[in-house]
């Protein structure tokens, strides 16, 4: 049987359950602010991999790749004993990026199209999963996160790039983020605004424990209105 309450979405009994996000979701597509030449003049990308202490030989996921700005980096980075995984849901953009890949040669990259409430990835794959500029995108976020829980290697990391502003406008509230990852099993580990990313950077690792999906407890709009307060105040406060 088939229904609905507030605040879940319900389907076949033999299918798991997932709140729905209290919050507005911004449209797809690309939301790109500038060339790869300008992101790299500001060193976006050598930031973002510092940060996440990205090392040759690891394997990383460039989750909604788009047109590989990331995915390219990472594969130069990880080098010839690391491996790039580029998802997205875009097929004509994961045939773009193929061909890209193709071009450069880059051997040790992979293709593989996700699901909008599912990132496909494999289980105990990954010591970093990059989402960058897209998270926003997430239509069902509790359940794209739980799924992807499994694939994080022991001491594996998520990597998050946003900016701060509503989530139908290309953005989160860092609060409502960190809310979000918590409700679907993950930790905090690490959080810097930077001028480079023309955004802020999060990492989260996964919880010792993924809660079972009914247990999910949504982040509510009104905390992310008392987020928003919140960092108003600490930014007057620090002025």
């Known amino acids: 049987m088939l229904g609905a309450c507030k605040g879940q979405v319900l389907v076949d009994d033999d299918e798991p359950r997932f709140p729905e996000p209290d919050r507005a979701v911004s449209d797809l597509g690309s939301n790109q602010f500038s060339t790869e030449d300008q992101r790299d003049s500001r060193g976006e990308a050598k930031t973002v991999m510092d940060l996440a202490e990205i090392e040759d030989g690891m394997t990383v996921a460039d989750i909604g790749a788009g047109n590989g700005y990331y995915t390219v980096r990472l594969a130069e980075r990880v080098g010839a004993d690391g491996r790039v ?12 990026l193929g061909r890209r890949i193709e071009r450069q040669r880059l051997e040790n990259v992979s293709i593989r199209k996700g699901e909008l409430a599912d990132p496909k990835l494999p289980e105990n794959s990954f010591d970093r999963i990059f989402m960058v500029h ?13 799924r992807m829980w499994p694939a994080l290697r022991k001491g594996g990391q998520v990597i998050v790039v946003d900016i701060d502003r509503a989530t139908d406008k290309h953005g989160i509230d860092p609060l409502l983020l960190s809310c979000e990852f918590k409700a679907a099993g993950y930790e905090l580990v690490t959080f810097k605004d930077s001028p480079e990313l023309a955004g802020y950077y999060a990492q989260f690792k996964a919880a010792a424990t993924r809660p079972e999906p009914g247990e999910i407890q949504p982040c509510r709009g009104e905390r992310a209105a008392l987020g928003n307060e919140a960092q108003g105040a600490r930014k007057e406060k620090k002025a």
């Open 85 to 96: 995984l580029a998802q997205d849901i875009d097929r004509d953009a994961l045939n773009h």
């Open 134 to 146: 897209m998270y926003h995108e997430i239509a069902q976020p509790y359940e794209f996160l739980w």
